[in-house]
Nanobody
Framework: QVQLVESGGGLVQAGGSLRLSCAASGRTFSNYAVGWFRQAPGREREFVAAITWRGNTYYADSVKGRFTISRDNAKNTVYLQLNSLKLEDTAVYYC??????????????????WGQGTQVTVSS
């Protein structure tokens, strides 16, 4: 089992920045890929970014160049730096762990453990 707790969400003006954190406990965190997804009201959960156990990173086109994912295995924590925020970035952001690197990265069904989410609201 892996337990995940997100933090760092909040209300920010368009163009601003936030840093989200995902703290993990349980099984050896450093062996797994960690991802971030988001879900806006009335929309499906969508992939945002992921980082493998080797530090390889992947991003959705909509956030490439604005968001940065990183990990600190010593702290069992993954971060998502959100810069140049837009109104359309408003959503609940979830972190997830993938124990097997297989299947479509963008599909929530291929991720095994999830946090409870943290709200990010971007205002004009």
């Amino acid at each position: 089992q892996v337990q995940l707790v997100e933090s760092g969400g909040g209300l920010v003006q368009a163009g601003g920045s936030l840093r989200l954190s995902c703290a993990a406990s349980g099984r050896t965190f450093s062996n797994y890929a960690v991802g971030w997804f988001r879900q806006a009201p009335g929309r499906e959960r969508e992939f945002v970014a992921a980082i493998t156990w080797r530090g390889n990173t992947y991003y959705a086109d909509s956030v490439k160049g604005r968001f940065t994912i990183s990990r600190d295995n010593a702290k069992n924590t993954v971060y998502l730096q959100l810069n140049s925020l837009k109104l359309e970035d408003t959503a609940v952001y979830y972190c997830a762990v993938r124990t097997v690197w297989s299947g479509n990265l963008n599909s929530p069904a291929t991720w095994d453990y999830w946090g409870q989410g943290t709200q990010v609201t971007v205002s004009s």
